[in-house]
C-alpha cells in the first residue's frame, strides 16, 4: 500500500524469460499485486513467473498472442478485480525504473491526475534515449497532442499510472491491441475530460533495437486519428457538462 492506495504493477510480457525476474525482483515491497500477462511467449516466460516465491504475483497467460495493448487490458481488469486502486503499467523487459514509481503515483493518489504517463525527454538523462525512438515518438507526440489537445510530450512511453475509478469510465474492451495502444489510450481519456499529466522518468536502455518500424508510425497514426472520429460523440457530451481542465 502506498499512501494509502492499494498498488497493482501489470506487467505485459512477451518473450521476456530473461529480464522477467528482475523486473519482478526490483517492485518495492509495498506494492500490493504484481499481474503478470503473458502474451503467448514461446519461451519460459510464464515458467520463470510460476517458479516466484512472490505471493503478490498473479499469471494470467494468452493462449495465442494478442499483443501489447490487449495484454494491459487483461491486467487492468484482473487488478481492478483485486480492488487496487491505482493501476500501473511496467514492462517485463525491466526498462522501468521502480525508483520512478512514487513520482508517478502521487498525482493519482492525492487526486490532483487521473492518468499520468512517464515523459523520458524530461528525464536529465534524456540523451540515453536511442535517436530513432525519440524522432519517432516525438512524431506521434505532435500528432496526439494535435487530436486529444492533453499536453503530452512523450505520448509512446508505456510507463504508466491509471486510477481504478478512470480504468471504470473508459471502454476497455475497444482499446487497441497492439502498436498505437497509448494513442488509443490517451484519445479515450480526452475525450471524457479526465486529467493526464507526465512526470519525468529514466530512460532505460542496453543497446537493444527499438522495436518501432517505419510502418508502425503510420498505423499508430491511423490509430489515433481513428480514435478522434469515434469519440466525436463523446467530447460533445462531456462538453456540454462543463469543461474540466486537462493538462
Same mark, same amino acid.
Given at each position: 500500500m502506498y499512501q494509502g492506495s492499494r498498488i497493482a504493477v501489470v506487467v505485459p510480457a512477451y518473450r521476456e524469460q530473461q529480464r522477467i525476474e528482475v523486473t519482478i525482483a526490483g517492485l518495492p515491497s509495498w506494492v500490493d499485486h504484481v499481474v503478470v500477462v503473458d502474451d503467448a511467449s514461446d @519461451? #519460459?516466460? !510464464? =515458467? %520463470?513467473?510460476r517458479a516466484l516465491a512472490d505471493t503478490r504475483v498473479t499469471l494470467i497467460r494468452h493462449e495465442a498472442n494478442r499483443g501489447v495493448g490487449a495484454a494491459i487490458v487483461s491486467g487492468?481488469? =484482473?487488478?481492478? =478485480?483485486? #480492488? /487496487? @486502486? *491505482? +493501476? *500501473?503499467v511496467m514492462a517485463g523487459d525491466n526498462q522501468m525504473d521502480p525508483r520512478d514509481l512514487p513520482a508517478l503515483l502521487a498525482p493519482v493518489v492525492w487526486g490532483h491526475a487521473d492518468y499520468v504517463k512517464g515523459n523520458r525527454f524530461l528525464h536529465v538523462e534524456a540523451a540515453r534515449m536511442p535517436l530513432p525512438r525519440r +524522432? #519517432? !515518438?516525438a512524431a506521434l507526440s505532435r500528432l496526439t497532442r494535435a487530436l486529444t489537445r492533453l499536453d503530452v510530450d512523450d505520448t509512446q512511453c508505456g510507463y504508466t499510472a491509471l486510477g481504478a475509478n478512470a480504468a471504470r469510465a473508459l471502454p476497455l474492451e475497444e482499446l487497441w491491441p497492439r502498436y498505437g495502444y497509448p494513442n488509443d489510450l490517451l484519445g479515450m481519456l480526452a475525450a471524457r475530460r479526465l486529467l493526464v499529466r507526465e512526470v519525468p522518468v529514466r530512460p532505460v536502455y542496453a543497446g537493444e533495437a527499438s522495436g518501432l518500424r517505419p510502418w508502425h508510425l503510420a498505423t499508430i497514426a491511423? *490509430? /489515433?486519428? %481513428? %480514435?478522434h472520429a469515434l469519440e466525436r460523440g463523446t467530447r !460533445? /457530451? /462531456? !462538453?456540454?457538462? #462543463? @469543461?474540466? =481542465?486537462i493538462s
Open positions: @519461451d #519460459g516466460t !510464464s =515458467a %520463470r513467473v487492468y481488469r =484482473a487488478a481492478l =478485480a483485486q #480492488g /487496487a @486502486d *491505482v +493501476l *500501473v +524522432l #519517432g !515518438s491511423w *490509430v /489515433a486519428l %481513428r %480514435r !460533445s /457530451a /462531456a !462538453s456540454s457538462l #462543463g @469543461d474540466v =481542465a
